[in-house]
């Protein structure tokens, strides 16, 4: 018995390693009512993330109707592929051409957020890249060490350094440093604060493309609940009347 627990709690670390690294995940803030940063998002998801990666699951109708936005707006502004309005977002690289160029084809990022669990993990990972020479590509990310994604907001965010300390403690020989804080070793276009916000907005846009009918889940969600209040008191009254003159 002793055996399996130590096995079951080596499993549960390693899938959480892989799944996450070191780092703390932050707060996204992430709200699939506030349409302006779904909005936001999707331009910024389309103009730094689609060249690489799609997003199959979602058609540019289902988000123009989800987002508030015309077939015009949308095909102007957020289609550079040229597929029809009613087709899924795809991408023109092929999965042979992300082998060459990055060394690995970019996934679909469909289902992220659900996959992650929530918004938060692609928050945090949006601000856990920093310079690395060592890589192919000259970044690393902190929450996911080793990814083949370079930081294609770095002209927004700017160049961050990682900074590791030595491992303490008894098992420290032979362990990987620990991750202490990031260093500004260049800025970008935005400030902190504003680079966060972008951060969000594609944290938000991903976490719909994820679950587009979480959107109506939603508003369909507190319908539900006032009925199911009604139907409780109505159940009450009518029982408490049933059952009036029995004692």
Same mark, same amino acid.
């Given at each position: ?85 009613? $087709? ?66 770095? $002209? ?37 604060? $504003? ?45 408490? $009347? ?6």
């Amino acid at each position: 018995m002793k055996k399996l627990i130590a096995l079951a709690f080596s499993l549960v670390a390693a899938v959480a390693q892989a799944s996450g690294g070191p780092a703390q995940l932050q707060s996204s803030g992430a709200d699939l009512s506030d349409q302006a940063s779904l909005q936001r998002g999707a331009a910024l998801f389309m103009n730094y993330c689609m060249g690489c990666h799609s997003l199959k699951y979602l058609r540019y109708s289902r988000m123009a109707e989800d987002l508030g936005l015309t077939e015009q707006q949308v095909m102007s502004s957020l289609n550079f592929t040229g597929v029809k309005f009613g $087709e899924p977002m795809t991408i023109a690289m092929k999965p042979a051409d992300g082998d060459t160029w990055i060394g690995k084809a970019a996934p679909d990022l469909s289902l992220t957020a659900r996959v992650r669990g929530s918004a938060d993990w692609i928050y945090t990972y949006l601000k856990s890249f920093y310079r690395d020479p060592a890589r192919p590509l000259g970044w690393n990310n902190v929450l996911f060490p080793g990814a083949s994604m370079p930081n294609v907001l770095w $002209e927004l965010q700017g160049v961050q350094s990682a900074v590791f300390n030595a491992p303490e403690g008894d098992h420290a020989a032979g362990a990987a440093p620990v991750f202490s804080h990031f260093e500004q070793a260049q800025p970008g276009r935005l400030k902190p604060e $504003e680079f966060d916000q972008v951060a969000r907005d594609i944290s938000n846009f991903l976490q719909y493309a994820a679950e587009p009918a979480g959107l109506k889940r939603q508003q369909i969600g507190v319908w539900v609940l006032l009925f199911l209040s009604v139907l409780t008191l109505l159940t009450w009254m009518l029982k408490h $009347e049933y059952w009036r003159d029995v004692h």
